[in-house]
């Protein structure tokens, strides 16, 4: 079970900058478009449980909720949350609803979103993409310098200091070279490394919280994040050591370390602090405000 929860929680980490959670969780865009009568608040408490399938923390979860529901909010404003997405939503809650402590999850997601309900994130005056990740290198990443757009100048890069004590926080792999080329062939075909080509494998620039930006593969360069998804990372901040034939990654945190991280916000949680003050620390330039149409 332990083991199951662990995979949706990093399913839920690769959330990987788009404006609507979904569009990641689920399978696929549905071809029926949200009307501006679609009661989105119902949904809030099963995206939040699809997200935080582990939480137990009650002011945690309200965090949790008032990110998702940004999320459907923001991309019903914008056009980018479709019918479909949210009739598998439902197909994935049903699905789970056999899982050990669904009960007891679920009801937690919805006492956090009835006691959080309407109540969005916003920057300067707009929906704020409610990112989030399992768990940062122990600090956040700055939105602005990884995505170069400014409509993620909410997303700071803040202290995070209960991660490194997670369990979870340092993780490695080890690959041959074949294992290394077969899993970045679909981003370079034909690639074929040979151990001459080891010393060309290093991180081409990082940003300022120490994930990869863009890693050197022979002559290509790589996003950080594609090569780390395309190798089975738990994240982007990684250091990479050549071992004769084979080469090591070791890697801290899990997901793409932007927003929230739901085991710093457990760990707050556990320590007294609330939703607010949660949201405050990972989003310190952002408000909650209530009501769809900020």
Not at 160 to 188: N, V
Not at 231 to 260: A, N, P
Not at 264 to 277: L, R, V
């Amino acid at each position: 079970m332990k083991e199951r929860l662990k995979f949706l929680a990093a399913a839920a980490t690769v959330l990987l900058l788009l404006p609507c959670v979904l569009t990641v969780l689920l399978s696929g865009r549905g071809a029926v478009s949200i009307s501006r009568d679609t009661d989105l608040e119902g949904y809030v408490a099963a995206c939040t449980y699809l997200a935080a399938p582990f939480a137990q923390e009650e002011e945690m979860l309200k965090a949790q909720a008032v990110l998702m529901r940004s999320q459907l909010y923001r991309g019903a404003k914008q056009g980018t949350l479709e019918g479909g997405q949210l009739k598998d939503v439902m197909v994935q809650m049903q699905k789970l609803q056999g899982i050990p402590e669904f009960d007891r999850s679920y009801r937690l997601c919805r006492q956090a979103a009835e006691a959080t309900k309407d109540q969005v994130l916003a920057w300067q005056g707009e929906l704020c993409p409610g990112a989030f990740h399992y768990l940062s290198a122990g600090i956040t990443r700055d939105g602005t310098e990884v995505l170069q757009q400014q409509e993620y100048g909410y997303l700071k890069s803040v202290e995070s200091q209960w991660d490194i004590q997670s369990p979870d926080y340092l993780s490695g792999k080890t690959c041959s070279l074949e294992e290394l080329s077969q899993a970045l062939g679909e981003e370079l075909p034909g690639l074929a490394l040979t151990e001459e080509d080891l010393d060309s494998l290093k991180a081409a620039k990082l940003d300022g919280a120490g994930y990869v930006l863009e890693m050197q593969v022979k002559d290509e360069l790589l996003p950080g994040e594609t090569f780390a998804q395309a190798l089975g990372l738990s994240s982007s901040c990684f250091t990479v050591q050549v071992l004769e034939d084979k080469v090591r990654f070791m890697c801290k945190g899990m997901g793409h370390g932007l927003g929230m991280s739901q085991y710093g916000a457990q760990q707050m949680a556990i320590q007294g602090a609330s939703y607010e003050e949660i949201l405050k620390t990972y989003f310190p330039e952002a408000e909650i405000q209530t009501g769809a149409g900020v």
